[in-house]
């Protein structure tokens, strides 16, 4: 019997509890993408006002650079780790702003094309990690978690399979160690193969989207390369991101008939429940934005509150990713990961570029 003396907590100061709870990790993201945008700010003025030509290295590296620096030396206190947390929210935020710059004619850009390029990124990546899970001896559950994360989206795809093939932690552990250590490189490496090779921003952009796995890393891919390219990227990447719900309902129903279950009964429910929401608020704040519902005044503001949701994400890029933590998970799911990875980033370049000389891509 419950003392009468004894007031249950309202459910209104539980949540407001939980609120204070994540200031401290937003206000570490934002003082981290600030920083990042100070640093900016300070070498271009440093160059002008003393006529040296200086590096443009724009405030999204700056903000994943000191977020490592971070998570990799002092390490992120326990108090700022809730809202910290909170960096794949101001993503999917950010994205759903960033819908004002899209009018559907725009979407529509990316094309047929681009859009048979997600359909065989999907099936080549699901096929070649599948293969190398199994000739490298990982478990069925790991590797199909790694086939999962590398063909849509990443940590929020290998999160959403969880529960629908049935593994236990240690392998989500292990698929996500792999896919942060793999999207961290190629934050660097994907630019520098872009200058290199000359790609223009809107094949840059598709490349981004079809062979980055976080949707994060992807959209700062393509930032870190050009505007123009960012947005290509992140039509790239949300188009494959929508098809999270159908991939993890196959691979559902695959493991509910080898474990002799009855499978999934409701897969409308099952396909809405997996499905990214922001990618519809995306899709409607274009479509509002096509309407003439906005003004400029109004287009500008909601851009402008893009950038500073993406701000804080590029901070919590840098600090999520912990390179002490990432090596405890071992060598085999990197290994496989680095090798299926490279092989996806191979085929879609060349598929890119193959597009952009012969398809008038770009």
Same mark, same amino acid.
């Given at each position: 019997? #419950? ?14 509890? !939980? ?11 934002? %003082?981290? !993408? ?12 440093? *160059? ?42 101001? +993503? ?116 981004? *989207? ?9 959209? %700062? ?27 993890? +309902? ?14 999934? $009964? ?16 995306? +899709?409607?704040?274009? #479509? ?6 906005? #003004? ?22 840098? +600090? ?9 998970? *071992? ?9 299926? $990875? ?21």
């Amino acid at each position: 019997m #419950s003392d009468p003396a004894v007031t249950p907590p309202h459910p209104d100061d539980s949540r407001l509890m !939980g609120f204070l709870r994540l200031l401290p990790g937003i206000a570490l993201l934002a %003082a981290i !993408g600030l920083l990042g945008k100070l640093a900016e700010q300070s070498i271009s003025s440093y *160059g002008k006002s003393h006529h040296v030509a200086l590096p443009n290295i724009e405030y999204v590296l700056w903000a994943i650079l000191i977020g490592l620096a971070v998570s990799n030396t002092t390490g992120i206190p326990a108090v700022f780790r809730p809202g910290v947390a909170t960096y794949e929210l101001w +993503l999917k935020i950010g994205i759903v702003l960033l819908g004002v710059r899209f009018l559907l004619g725009d979407v529509a850009k990316l094309g047929a094309t681009s859009l048979v390029f997600v359909a065989i990124e999907l099936a080549v990546s699901i096929a070649i990690m599948t293969w190398l899970g199994r000739a490298l001896g990982l478990s069925p559950e790991l590797t199909s978690l790694l086939a999962i994360g590398s063909s849509i989206c990443g940590v929020s795809a290998i999160i959403a399979a969880k529960g629908a093939i049935e593994a236990d932690d240690e392998d989500v552990a292990y698929a996500i160690g792999a896919i942060l250590a793999l999207g961290a490189f190629s934050l660097f490496a994907f630019p520098a193969i872009g200058h290199a090779l000359g790609v223009s921003d809107h094949a840059f952009g598709l490349w981004a *989207g079809l062979a980055v796995d976080n949707t994060a890393e992807a959209t %700062a891919a393509g930032a870190l390369y050009s505007a123009e390219a960012a947005k290509f990227a992140v039509l790239a990447k949300t188009t494959r991101n929508a098809t999270i719900g159908f991939v993890v +309902l196959a691979y559902a129903i695959y493991w509910a008939r080898k474990s002799g279950g009855a499978g999934v $009964e409701n897969k409308a429910a099952f396909l809405w429940q997996k499905f990214p929401k922001f990618v519809l608020g995306f +899709l409607l704040i274009s #479509s509002l934005a096509t309407l003439g519902v906005f #003004s400029k005044p109004q287009i500008t503001d909601l851009a402008n509150l893009s950038r500073w949701a993406f701000l804080l994400t590029f901070a919590g890029v840098g +600090l999520q990713t912990n390179f002490k933590e990432l090596r405890k998970q *071992g060598l085999r799911p990197l290994l496989v990961g680095a090798v299926g $990875e490279f092989g996806i980033a191979a085929l879609t370049l060349c598929m890119v570029l193959g597009a952009a000389r012969y398809l008038n891509l770009g």
